[in-house]
């Protein structure tokens, strides 16, 4: 009976892949002349109702944004109300309860910075845990430790090491703090939720460890880059990864330089770091890094969609496929609109 239903919703799953966008569409949006050609030929394309439900509020970037924002949400409720299995959800919401982590994340930002709250909420997505009434609610908080209190009161989890590290952050105000108690919360607690010894559990750890790695080479490189003392910058790791243990870690953070840091993964499957040349003179861009290991994770992502068909492997595949695609699309409208030439634009988009 439980492969019955596990084929089933695979089946599903399939079928709503057809409707992704391939690389000639990408191709297509980047040769647009501006944003209302781009929005023209989205409206052809399955994020059509989506424009439409937009158009009522806003217009140009703001209105690609909302419609991707509405498509997105949309798009996970459907893969939720599929994922009726108990074992299935949890490793749907895995994945769905990043978003709400980069929600807090943009919450706390903005409230740090003072940004207007419209412009807040445009930039969330109400994907995980956190509704959207929850969220605005959130944003009507006077200032970070509003949000945090709030939180708190409302006993949701991600309050605990918002609550354990505000104490640093008053010290210091550097945000990265709050930033990086939440990345290890949501890592650990996602460890933990994977400890079974099933196939599903196993795949999906396989990408949640493949991610802590990834995290935690992005903050190497900062940190190397930075001149930030080891001991130091070692508060600011998280436990866990598949390849680098936290041995493996500082001894990346002791070497001389980012160049031989990247040196220094060529053993792993990281090693396309060290034989990436500097597309443009002078400092060594960390972005250019952080680009081609997010690329990774990406293809390690949607290479799912090849594992065992019954399994939540195909599911997970769709999930990273989908973000991809929203993400490029956003990258090709946003470098639209501000006027970048497409070669620039191609060098931003991460075709996988």
Same mark, same amino acid.
């Given at each position: ?6 084929? &089933? ?21 980047m ?7 781009i ?7 399955? &994020?059509? @109702? ?5 158009? #009522? ?6 209105? /690609? ?14 893969i ?9 959800e949890?490793? #749907?919401?895995?994945?769905? @309860? ?8 943009t ?25 959207? #009434?929850?969220l605005? @609610?959130? /944003? ?15 006993? /949701? ?22 930033? &990086?108690a ?10 933990q ?5 099933s /196939?599903?559990?196993?795949? #999906? ?26 001991e130091?910058?070692?508060?600011v ?14 001894d ?24 990436l ?32 068909? %019954? ?6 595949? &769709? ?21 970048l030439?497409?070669? @620039?634009?191609?060098?931003?988009? %991460?075709y996988?």
């Amino acid at each position: 009976m439980i492969s019955v239903y596990i084929e &089933y919703v695979n089946a599903r799953v399939r079928g709503m892949k057809r409707h992704l966008m391939d690389r000639e569409f990408f191709e297509k949006l980047m040769n647009k002349p501006d944003i209302d050609a781009i929005i023209t030929e989205l409206e052809k394309t399955p &994020y059509h @109702e989506a424009i439409e439900k937009a158009s #009522v509020q806003s217009s140009g970037i703001r209105l /690609i944004d909302q419609a991707l924002r509405f498509n997105l949400v949309q798009t996970y409720r459907l893969i939720l109300s599929l994922v009726r299995d108990e074992a299935f959800e949890k490793h #749907v919401r895995i994945f769905l @309860e990043k978003w709400d982590i980069q929600n807090i994340k943009t919450i706390i930002r903005g409230k740090n910075v003072h940004v207007p709250g419209d412009e807040i909420l445009a930039c969330l997505v109400p994907a995980g845990q956190l509704d959207e #009434v929850t969220l605005i @609610e959130l /944003i009507k908080q006077p200032d970070v430790r509003g949000v945090i209190d709030l939180l708190a009161t409302w006993d /949701i989890a991600y309050a605990r090491p918002l609550t354990e590290r505000f104490g640093k952050y008053a010290e210091k105000k550097d945000l990265a703090i709050l930033e &990086y108690a939440l990345d290890r919360f949501y890592y650990e607690r996602a460890l933990q939720l994977l400890a079974r010894r099933s /196939i599903d559990d196993r795949n #999906v750890r396989d990408l949640i460890t493949m991610e802590i790695d990834v995290v935690n080479i992005k903050s190497v490189l900062r940190l190397i880059r930075d001149g930030v003392k080891p001991e130091d910058g070692k508060n600011v790791l998280i436990d866990g990864g598949k390849i680098l243990d936290m041995q493996a870690l500082l001894d990346l953070l002791n070497t001389a330089s980012v160049r031989a840091a990247r040196a220094a993964l060529k053993d792993t499957p990281y090693s396309f770091l060290s034989t990436l040349t500097k597309k443009r003179q002078g400092n060594e861009l960390i972005s250019e890094y952080e680009k081609e290991l997010d690329r990774y994770l990406i293809e390690q992502g949607i290479g799912m969609f090849k594992g065992d068909p %019954l399994s939540i492997a195909g599911t997970i595949g &769709y999930i990273a496929a989908k973000n991809n695609e929203i993400t490029n699309i956003r990258i090709i409208s946003h470098c639209k609109g501000a006027y970048l030439p497409e070669e @620039e634009i191609r060098e931003e988009v %991460l075709y996988v």
